[in-house]
């Protein structure tokens, strides 16, 4: 009952400040180009799940030489919070589409380019994963995407879809996957309320892309998937 009253409180103080910090990057990016707003999103991001019940512990950020296609386990709703306390540089990412219909949400994703994901329209996803392509050659963003696709319901890394794979072969940009610990115990989809939790980031090893092809692309996929276990596992 006390957990269930104080997620009640976080909830709101977390979306207090929510409003402010969407109020914020949409503002600023009318006068300033939101480049320079990169650099502010780890400090807010982390106020932001604080205020959220949740203490982040990262272990590595990315690396600084190329570009990479981000790839993360999605255990809460709060995991692309969590992913851009690792993160460096410009990235966008590639987010299911009833995101971008959330007021302040969807237009904070707008300005940081983000792409929408129409799960149940397979034009549409192959759609999104060119435009993902487009970004990554053109502008050179780093792309966030969860290869799981929805959040896991039993805790469990689920199977991976094959939309990041393909975008991996097709523009030879590496996979570099990162572990989160404890969002599952943190705020699973089936459970309303919220557990302060500490929540472990752990950014692992770039998986070469083109050490394979579209022909062998599930040994990809499976190399990808066993990298994500052992850091789970660990």
Not at 33 to 52: G, S, W
Not at 112 to 120: E, L, S, T
Not at 140 to 164: D, S, W
Request: no cysteine; hydrophobic share 45%.
């Amino acid at each position: 009952m006390i957990t269930r009253l104080f997620s009640i409180f976080l909830y709101i103080f977390g979306g207090i400040y929510f409003i402010f910090f969407g109020l914020y990057i949409i503002l600023s990016s009318l006068i300033m180009d939101h480049k320079y707003l990169y650099p502010t999103l780890p400090f807010l991001t982390r106020i932001q799940l604080l205020f959220l019940g949740a203490w982040v512990r990262t272990k590595n950020k990315i690396p600084t030489d190329q570009t990479y296609i981000i790839m993360l386990n999605h255990t809460s709703f709060a995991d692309v919070f969590f992913s851009v306390q690792a993160l460096n540089g410009k990235y966008t990412a590639l987010l299911a589409s009833f995101n971008f219909k959330i007021p302040i949400w969807g237009s904070m994703l707008r300005v940081f380019k983000a792409i929408p994901v129409y799960r149940k329209e397979k034009n549409k996803a192959h759609k999104a994963i060119k435009n993902a392509e487009i970004i990554i050659k053109e502008l050179g963003y780093h792309i966030v995407i969860f290869p799981e696709g929805t959040r896991t319901i039993n805790g469990k890394l689920q199977q991976f879809k094959k939309g990041g794979f393909h975008m991996a072969i097709n523009t030879g940009v590496p996979i570099l996957p990162i572990a989160v610990k404890g969002g599952f115990k943190y705020k699973p989809k089936t459970r309303w309320y919220i557990k302060p939790s500490i929540i472990d980031i752990e950014v692992g090893q770039p998986i070469d892309p083109n050490n394979y092809n579209i022909d062998n692309l599930d040994e990809l996929i499976n190399e990808t998937h066993l990298a994500f276990k052992k850091m789970l596992n660990d």
